[in-house]
């Protein structure tokens, strides 16, 4: 299993950016089955829930990002999205994304997003 996140980037406080996440052929026939979340590590910190998604759309955010940040798939391309908007510099972390439900995939690399302030 392979999760490929991209589109992080240097970004100052107040900007945008799309992520997106894309899984590998080896679970494309459940990946649109399965609820996907968009995760974050800040520096010193834990890994945490951010985004999720249920197969057909529905979404929860955490406190911290609600508001701010939109998360989508595209099961047709085995991809989900986060549009994150109004960045603060609390919001640099690496970006991964897996299941939000049952245990985890493999991890990706993730990708990472710097706030400057």
């Known amino acids: 299993v392979q999760l490929q996140a991209s589109g992080g980037g240097l970004v100052q406080a107040g900007g945008s950016l799309r992520l997106s996440c894309a899984a590998s052929r080896s679970i494309f026939s459940i990946f649109s089955i399965n609820v996907m979340g968009w995760y974050r590590q800040a520096p010193g910190k834990e890994r945490e829930l951010v985004a999720n998604?249920?197969?057909?759309?529905?979404?929860n955010y955490a406190t911290s990002v609600k508001g701010r940040f939109t998360m989508s798939r595209d099961n047709a391309k085995n991809t989900v999205y986060l549009q994150m908007n109004s960045l603060k510099p609390e919001d640099t972390a690496v970006y991964y994304c897996n299941r939000a439900l049952g245990v985890p995939w493999a991890w990706g690399q993730g990708t990472l997003v710097t706030v400057s302030s």
């Open positions: 998604i249920t197969y057909d759309g529905s979404t």
